[in-house]
Structures are given as C-alpha cells and as structure tokens.
C-alpha cells in the first residue's frame, strides 16, 4: 500500500467514525431507558453497509465510533470496546451471512429484500444484544433482573437501524442518479 493510499484510508477511518459517532449520538436522543439503549440504533445500519456494501476494512470505523460514543456517555474503555466487539460482531455476521446467500446491495431481485430482513436485520442483533447487554451487566450498568428488557431494547434498536440505515446507504451509493425515475425510487 502506497503511503498516499494509506493516508487516504486513514483520513476516511477518521471521518466516518466521526460520522458513526454522530449517529450514536442521534440514537441517544430516542433512548428510553438506562444504559443508553434506544430502539432505534442508526450506526448499526452505518456499521452493516459499510462491512457488507464497502469491504471488511472498514471494521475500525466501528469500534471506534463505539468507543467515543461510551465515552461521551461516561463509560469506561471497557465498556466502549465491549459495545464495540458486540457491534462488530453484528456487522460481520450480517455481512457474512449476506455474502453467503448472495444478497445484492441493490435488492435487484425479489427474494433479496426478504433475505436482508431475515439474515441482514433480524438476526445479527440477536447476537448483538447477546454481548452487548452482558458487557453492560458485567460493568454494573444493567441489574440482572433487566437483562431481557435491555436485550429485547438493544436487539429492536440495531435491527431498525440496520432495516432503516443500511438499505438507504444501499441505493444512494450509485448517486449521481442518471434519470429522475432513479432519484425516486
């Protein structure tokens, strides 16, 4: 990798956690409960379009946008790298499993909006949650007796941003449009 490409990724890696870390923050604003979980998580679409659309370079953006985001709250790195973890691994999964059943980015055919929701939407956050709501209980942040309630909160919030975010990221990556019909749709 020539040193100019290298800055080039590293300048972007900086910006767009800039971008996620934006997201997390817009994520707070709807949240309802401790912890800052929201029911809708727009960086977790930004985390899945950017593995699954751009490539698995992009994995730093993530972690480090969960990182400031935990910070900003007053968590502990732990925690921030915690959610990050559980973020990625979100993201890997759904890319994976897009990749494996041959999801087209741009839902060229029928059966490629059902696959997303169900292998892109529904069930990576399950993992999510999983992770990211023991890394909450194991720093103190969620009681024991709301681990369902903070699971079922984090799994609903990364599934509508990544059924919200994602598919949006999706069809404006041809931008600039070549006929009006596209820029409608």
Same mark, same amino acid.
């Given at each position: 990798m020539r040193i100019s490409s290298a800055l080039r990724y590293l300048g972007l890696v900086v910006v767009l956690s800039g971008v996620y870390y934006l997201a997390n923050r817009l994520g707070?604003?709807?949240?309802?409960?401790?912890?800052?979980?929201?029911?809708? *998580? +727009?960086?977790?679409? @930004? #985390?899945?379009? !950017?593995?699954?659309? $751009?490539?698995?370079?992009? *994995? +730093?953006?993530?972690? @480090? #946008?969960?990182? !400031?985001?935990?910070? $900003?709250?007053?968590?502990? *790195?732990?925690?921030?790298?915690? #959610?990050?973890?559980?973020?990625?691994t979100e993201g890997l999964l759904a890319t994976g499993l897009l990749r494996q059943f041959k999801v087209h980015g741009d839902f060229e055919q029928a059966r490629d909006p059902v696959l997303f929701l169900l292998l892109g939407s529904l069930l990576p956050p399950v993992a999510s949650a999983v992770f990211g709501t023991a890394g909450l209980w194991f720093n103190g942040i969620v009681p024991e007796g709301q681990l369902l309630y903070a699971g079922f909160t984090w799994w609903m919030g990364d599934?509508?941003?990544?059924?919200?975010?994602?598919?949006?990221?999706?069809?404006?990556?041809?931008?600039?449009?070549?006929?009006?019909?596209?820029?409608?749709?």
């Open positions: 707070l604003f709807l949240r309802i409960s401790y912890g800052g979980l929201s029911p809708l *998580w +727009p960086a977790a679409g @930004i #985390g899945v379009a !950017l593995l699954w659309l $751009y490539g698995l370079r992009w *994995w +730093p953006v993530i972690v @480090i #946008g969960e990182v !400031l985001s935990a910070r $900003y709250l007053g968590q502990s *790195w732990v925690l921030g790298l915690s #959610g990050g973890l559980s973020q990625l599934a509508m941003g990544i059924l919200i975010i994602t598919p949006f990221i999706a069809q404006w990556r041809q931008w600039p449009f070549k006929a009006w019909r596209e820029t409608a749709q």
